[in-house]
C-alpha cells in the first residue's frame, strides 16, 4: 500500500436491441419470480456478515451500454463529455411531469430510453420522442433513489442504488412492469446513495455508508447475485460515485468528503490513500465525485478546499482555489482539458469556472446574485467544447473558450425550471439536453433541442 498526504501547492420500445441484450433478457425469463417484497429486515448474523459469500471469479460480462448517456457523468472516468454536439437553443421538445420527486440525474439506455432515479419506483423509465411513460414501476415494491443516477449496462440491466439499503439489478428491457433481477442489501443500515459505475468486464461497482463506516462493492454482471468483492474505507461514503482508471485496473472513491481512495478493481485491495484536506465533509448534498482524465491518468476532486489534481501514483496537489467558495459538485473535462465546475459560498455567492489544465483560470461567469447553489450541480460538455450546467431555477449554456478576456459567455438560458439540485442535465441522443426540475410538488423532466 502507498500512503501519501496532500502537498498543497496553489499554482442515453426495444426495437432493435442487440442479440446480447436479447439473450440477456431470454435468460432471465428462465428464472424464478422473485418475491413482491424483498426489503425484509436482516437478521442479527446477516448483519454480521457484510460482504457475504464474495467470490474473485465473475461470470463474462460487457461494460455500459452503447448509448448516448449510460452512467452518470457519461462514463466509468466521469468525464461529464459527450461525442454528440449539444443544442444551440433552449427550445422544449416536451416536459414529462412526474408523479414523484426527481431524485437523480437521468441516464439513457439502449434503445434511447430514458431512466431516472425517483422517489418510489424507484426508477421511471421515459419515452425519448414523446416524453411519455414507459413504465414506472417493477415488481417489487422499494424506496427512494436518493441521488443515485442509474447505470445501464450493455445487456440492457439497469442497476440503482435506494435509502432501503439495496442495490437494484432490473430488467429494463421486459414488458412493464419489469422484473427486479436481484437486489443486494447492505444489512447494516447501508443507504445506498452512490450513483453505480460498470467497469469494462461489466462488473458493477457501489458504495454504501453503512453506519458511517464506508464501504465499496463489486457486484458480478449476470443474472446471479454475487459479490465478487467488498471493502471497508473507513468513512462515511455518501452521494459519490466511484470512477475507474482509463485501463479499468483501478478504482477511486472519496470518503468523509477529505479522502480519495485508490483501490485494485479486480480484488478491492488499497493502492494508496490520500487525505487531501482535513476538514471533515460528509453530509448528504455535496458530491465529491472523482473525474479521470482518459488520457493521462489523472483524478481530478473538488473539495472545500479547492480543486485537486492527484496523479496515478497517489500524489497530489491543490490545482485551483476558487477564493473562499467551496467546491461541493464534481467537474467535468473539455476534450482540450479544461476543467468545467461550479463553487459556491453558501447562499451568497456562486461562481461557475472554466480552469486550464495547468490551473490558471481561463474564465469565470458570476451567477446573478440570489438562492441558488452548486451542490450536486456537475456540468456538461459537447463536441463542440460547449458546456451545459444548472443552479437553482436555471439552465446555463456557455461556450468553452469564454471571450478570450476571462469572462464566461452565455449562448442560452432557461429559466422555466424551478429547482434543480438533484437532477442535472445530461446529453442525451440527437443532442437533447435532458434535466430534471422541481421539489415533491411539481417535479418535470425536459428535453431541450432540436434547434433550426
Same mark, same amino acid.
Given at each position: ?147 443515485? $443516477? =442509474? !447505470?445501464?449496462?450493455? @445487456? %440492457?440491466? *439497469? +442497476?440503482? &442504488? ?9 430488467? #429494463? ?21 452512490? $450513483? =453505480? !459505475?460498470?467497469?469494462? @468486464? %461489466?462488473? *458493477? +461497482?457501489? &458504495? ?9 462493492? #463489486? ?21 459519490? $460515485? =466511484? !470512477?475507474?482508471?482509463? @485501463? %479499468? ?43 479521470? @482524465? ?159
Amino acid at each position: 500500500m502507498i500512503s501519501s498526504r496532500a502537498t498543497r501547492q496553489h499554482g442515453f420500445r426495444v426495437v432493435a436491441r442487440s442479440a446480447r441484450a436479447v439473450g440477456a433478457a431470454l435468460a432471465l425469463l428462465a428464472l424464478p419470480a422473485p418475491a413482491t417484497h424483498a426489503d425484509d429486515r436482516c437478521s442479527i448474523e446477516d448483519r454480521k456478515l457484510l460482504c457475504p459469500s464474495a467470490n474473485p471469479v465473475c461470470p463474462p460480462g460487457d461494460g455500459p451500454a452503447a448509448s448516448a448517456w449510460p452512467l452518470f457523468q457519461h462514463d466509468a472516468q466521469h468525464t461529464g463529455r459527450s461525442p454528440l454536439a449539444g443544442p444551440t437553443c433552449n427550445r422544449v421538445i416536451w416536459r414529462w411531469s412526474a408523479t414523484d420527486e426527481l431524485l437523480s440525474a437521468p441516464t439513457v439506455g439502449i434503445d434511447g430510453t430514458i431512466y431516472v432515479g425517483t422517489a418510489r419506483a424507484p426508477v421511471c423509465a421515459i419515452d425519448p420522442a414523446s416524453g411519455t411513460t414507459r413504465w414506472c414501476e417493477t415488481d417489487q415494491d422499494g424506496r427512494l433513489a436518493d441521488r443515485s $443516477s =442509474p !447505470a445501464v449496462a450493455a @445487456d %440492457g440491466t *439497469v +442497476y440503482v &442504488g435506494t435509502r432501503d439499503n439495496d442495490l437494484w439489478a432490473i430488467a #429494463a428491457l421486459f414488458a412493464p412492469p419489469p422484473p427486479v433481477v436481484w437486489r443486494q442489501k447492505i444489512c447494516t443500515d447501508g443507504d445506498v446513495t452512490t $450513483s =453505480p !459505475a460498470i467497469g469494462p @468486464d %461489466g462488473v *458493477v +461497482y457501489m &458504495g454504501s455508508d453503512s453506519l458511517g463506516a464506508g464501504w465499496m462493492f #463489486a457486484m458480478c454482471p449476470g443474472a446471479a447475485q454475487q459479490v465478487k468483492w467488498c471493502a471497508k474505507l473507513g468513512g462515511g461514503v455518501k452521494n459519490v $460515485s =466511484p !470512477a475507474l482508471s482509463p @485501463d %479499468g485496473a483501478t478504482l477511486y472513491v472519496t470518503s468523509r468528503g477529505t479522502t480519495l481512495h485508490a483501490l485494485d478493481a479486480a480484488t478491492g485491495a488499497t493502492r494508496w490513500t490520500n487525505v487531501l484536506e482535513r476538514r471533515r465533509n460528509a453530509a448528504r448534498w455535496p458530491n465529491y465525485t472523482p473525474v479521470v @482524465d482518459p488520457a493521462s491518468g489523472k483524478i481530478y476532486v473538488g473539495f472545500d478546499d479547492g480543486l485537486f489534481e492527484v496523479l496515478p501514483d497517489g500524489t497530489s496537489r491543490l490545482l485551483f482555489v476558487p477564493g473562499r467558495e467551496r467546491i461541493e459538485s464534481p467537474p467535468a473535462l473539455g476534450p482540450d482539458g479544461t476543467l468545467y465546475f461550479g463553487a459556491s459560498r453558501g447562499g451568497a455567492s456562486s461562481t461557475f469556472y472554466a480552469v486550464r489544465p495547468d490551473g490558471t483560470l481561463r474564465w469565470s461567469y458570476p451567477i446573478p446574485r440570489g438562492p441558488g447553489r452548486f451542490r450536486n450541480n456537475q456540468a456538461v460538455v459537447d463536441a463542440n467544447g460547449n458546456v451545459y450546467v444548472a443552479v437553482k431555477d436555471t439552465v446555463y449554456a456557455f461556450t468553452g473558450s469564454g471571450d478570450g478576456s476571462g469572462n464566461g459567455v452565455v449562448l442560452w438560458r432557461f429559466d422555466e425550471a424551478t429547482s434543480v439540485y438533484q437532477s442535472s442535465p445530461i446529453l442525451g441522443a440527437s443532442g437533447r439536453i435532458y434535466v430534471g426540475s422541481g421539489d415533491r410538488l411539481a417535479p418535470v423532466l425536459y428535453a431541450i433541442g432540436d434547434c433550426p
